[in-house]
């Protein structure tokens, strides 16, 4: 989790270099994917795989 945030400051800082994005929207942006692949995978999971 920390490097993730690590990664999204740095990118928030010299992505756009003139101005600074927040952390929060790096993180969000990688986070919110993530964490609907779980939901989808934990629900595959108790299904026995089958979609």
Request: glycine share 12%; no cysteine; hydrophobic share 55%.
């Amino acid at each position: 989790g920390a490097v993730i945030v690590v990664l999204a400051d740095l990118l928030g800082r010299k992505l756009f270099s003139p101005t600074e994005v927040p952390v929060g929207v790096f993180t969000a942006a990688v986070g919110a994917p993530y964490l609907i692949w779980l939901i989808v995978r934990s629900r595959t999971v108790r299904s026995g795989g089958k979609a």
